[in-house]
């Protein structure tokens, strides 16, 4: 028991104060996090949309995510890292409140659409803030610490979010607004005036004097970027198909999805900065992702076995030990094949793989589960991501 309290206090040890402020400014911003993982179950149950037509509108989604993940990148490279989260966050709280007032396919996907153009913009410029504010030997940490805070607020804003839901869903869209304001504030006043670490060295083997290398040309990076968007595609299932699934297979309210849902958060956040402190002195890059990755895998596995209710929070359980594994890494890998100069486009490519997931996932689950059945679409991923972990492995040990 000694030996465990140790290690979960190492894991926090050496970490700044600007990243413990990026993490609180996370937190703030994901604990008001509560259309997304509600919007499909908000469009069949108020809108009264048919999955395909969920499916479209959520594909948009992932379309703005895509746009906002380049945008975000390249911004952030020729404006920093500050004013692009700043006005990401401020633009994205009138929008949200504005959504609820379009309720055709077409409308809704055009208004979800900008604002996941806007609020996703904001994420290639906060890696950059993590990677810049952090110590080179804390990299993997610091960013474990960001998505500690992502999944803490994702444990406290669905179970939130399926509370204001059940007396009306206009109020998550309301939820939302005031977190990404309150987020804004404290990011302002904290980071108004402060500059991000200059290493005195390069945290990898690439000459900051030669002219920055794009992403886009770098074909080893693209295909880990590839493996990375597949990854995805199977994982943010969690947002939804999922969902739909324990609604539809397992009749479940939107009280006890959001339950599950931040079950998923506090798993991660119980075990994240203590798995991935214990995956850095032991495991490297590939075998980490490799067994996020497989995690994954068996995640899906479960859920076509006929048992009762429990092996629903047996699989979110396995998939949120996956996220700890694979996610935090990926983020490493991309900063350390970037130059300082060239850090907004390749987080902004690692963004835009994960944000074009946002696209497939939701469009082709929902198509499969539709015409195919639940069962088949958890086959289907399984069987995908045991060759993605394969891959990953490979393309990592040449990175």
Known sequence: ???????????????????????????????????????????????????????????????????????????????????VQTLSLLASVPLFVVTPLFTSVETLAAAIYILSVVTESF??????????????????????????????????????????????????????????????????????????????????????????????????????????????????????????????????????????LGFSGFVVVLFEMLLVHIAERRLSYASSIFWGTALCA?????????????ILYVSIFLLSISEILAMPFMASVAVQRASRRTQGAYMGLNALAFSAAHVFSPFLGTRIADQYGFNTLWWGTTIVLVGVAIGLYVIVRKL
Request: positive net charge; proline residues 4%.
């Open 298 to 310: 068996l995640s899906f596995a479960l859920l076509p076995i006929p048992t009762g209710y429990w």
């Open 123 to 260: 994420r290639p410029a906060n890696s950059v803030s993590v990677a810049r504010y952090a110590r080179p030997e804390n990299i993997t940490r610091a960013f474990s610490l960001n998505r500690m805070a992502i999944n803490l607020g994702f444990s406290v804003g669905p179970a939130m979010g399926g509370f204001l839901a059940s007396i009306s869903y206009h109020w998550i869209f309301y939820g939302n607004a005031l977190g990404a304001f309150i987020a804004a504030l404290i990011f302002i006043a904290f980071f108004a005036k402060r500059k991000g670490t200059i290493r005195s060295k390069s945290t990898h083997n690439i000459d900051e004097t030669a002219a920055p290398k794009s992403p886009y040309g770098d074909w080893v990076f693209l295909l880990f970027s590839f493996f990375c968007c597949i990854y995805a595609i199977c994982f943010f299932q969690l947002l939804s198909t999922l969902p739909l699934f324990y609604q539809k297979a397992h009749s479940l309210d939107e009280k006890q999805v959001g339950i599950i």
């Open 1 to 83: 028991m000694k030996e465990f309290i140790r290690l979960y206090i190492d894991a926090y040890r050496g970490l700044s104060r600007p990243a413990w402020m990026l993490a609180l400014v996370m937190l703030v911003n994901r604990t008001g996090a509560m259309v997304l993982p509600f919007l499909g179950i908000y469009m069949t149950q108020a809108l009264n949309f048919s999955i395909r037509e969920v499916g479209v509108v959520l594909a948009c989604f992932g379309l703005g995510a895509v746009t906002g993940s380049w945008l975000g990148g390249w911004l952030t490279d020729r404006f920093g890292n500050f004013w």
